[in-house]
């Protein structure tokens, strides 16, 4: 009948997925969204930070964190960069913030 024995349903027995917890198993590292994007930026961290500044009833997905995370870490990368080209013209080994705004 219904309910005996070993069915397929969602039960609470220790099979091959479902159950709760119990003895051995795998446990998965968890790794951060930015090691999953591939990019140094936090993506958590900008995803907090845009969910602080919506009002109350507006949402704001998670692949909007981590396009913002890789914008901002391309324009870092760019103006860093240019800011290298301009330390070499100048004869320095260090970037100082006069050669960052002369690279902008």
Request: one cysteine or more.
């Amino acid at each position: 009948g219904k309910g005996k024995g070993k069915g397929k349903g969602k039960g609470k027995g220790k099979g091959k997925h479902g159950g709760k917890g119990g003895k051995g198993g795998k446990r998965y590292k968890s790794v951060s969204r930015s090691a999953l994007a591939e990019i140094t930026f936090p993506v958590g961290r900008i995803h907090r930070r845009l969910k602080e500044r919506l009002m109350r009833k507006q949402r704001c997905g998670p692949s909007a964190a981590v396009y913002m995370a890789a914008i901002l870490e391309f324009l870092t990368a760019e103006i860093i960069e240019m800011s290298t080209i301009v330390c070499k013209e100048f004869r320095t080994a260090r970037i100082k913030p006069r050669q960052l705004l002369l690279a902008v």
